[in-house]
């Protein structure tokens, strides 16, 4: 059972490139989440799905996009990327209001 | 007003220590609530789930007033490996989903 999955594990960008963190899961969760966590401080929502084809903004969503096509995949896609970019990024999933469950991150340096 | 709110921290306790984490938040409609923990460039692990009775867990034991939208987590005789962020976390319903909101995290350190 694999969990939460996230590729890749770390990724250097280059200003104005795009790249698609991926993430997937093989719970069977309707819930799934994006956050991002700046050093030294908490996790900021960027976008959640509630199912397939129903995705909503989080609290940081300026500069990504997501898609939902599937029950089990969520990617998020970073168009011209910029230094402010520069985070780890997490996705989740849940079960509706139950616990969510991590992977193991993506670690982006923009430069 | 921050939608969740925790004590900054840090936290520097001995050995043996009990200690005290505090968290509010802001939406009365809040659904479940949850304390994770994250170890340095890791990911949030699930600690606990709070609920309205009350709930312990070995030397971890959690409560949630409803009323005054609080939360709270208590760590007795502490470890050295207890040493960590912990994260107060609400699932929320604000406009038209809900969804998971963490605060910010209290960083809990124990020396020998």
């Known amino acids: 059972n694999a969990g939460v999955t996230q590729t890749p594990k770390f990724r250097i960008l280059k200003i104005g490139q795009s790249m698609t963190l991926q993430c997937a899961q093989d719970?069977?969760?309707?819930?799934m989440y994006w956050y991002r966590q700046d050093p030294g401080m908490g996790l900021k929502l960027i976008y959640y799905?509630?199912?397939?084809?129903?995705?909503d903004k989080g609290e940081v969503p300026n500069g990504y996009n997501v898609s939902r096509s599937t029950t089990e995949d969520f990617p998020l896609r970073l168009e011209l990327a910029a230094p402010s970019q520069t985070s780890v990024y997490f996705c989740?999933?849940?079960?509706?209001?139950?616990?969510?469950?991590f992977g193991q991150g993506t670690r982006l340096t923009v430069v | 007003r921050k939608e969740v709110e925790q004590d900054p921290g840090p936290f520097n306790v001995p050995e043996g220590a009990t200690v005290a984490f505090n968290c509010t938040y802001s939406?009365?409609?809040?659904?479940?609530f949850f304390w994770y923990r994250q170890d340095c460039r890791k990911e949030p692990k699930l600690l606990m789930s709070?609920?309205?009775s009350g709930n312990e867990d070995g030397r971890f034991t959690a409560q949630l007033n409803r009323a005054s939208q609080y939360i709270s987590l208590l760590i007795r005789d502490s470890k050295l490996s207890d040493s960590a962020t912990y994260l107060c976390?609400?699932?929320?319903?604000?406009?038209?989903?809900?969804?998971?909101?963490f605060g910010k995290g209290t960083k809990l350190s124990v020396k020998p």
């Open positions: 799905s509630v199912g397939a084809g129903i995705t």
């Open positions: 976390v609400v699932f929320s319903y604000g406009g038209s989903q809900g969804n998971l909101i």
């Open positions: 709070v609920y309205s």
């Open positions: 939406n009365s409609a809040s659904q479940s």
């Open positions: 989740a999933s849940s079960i509706t209001a139950n616990e969510a469950f």
């Open positions: 719970m069977n969760h309707n819930y």
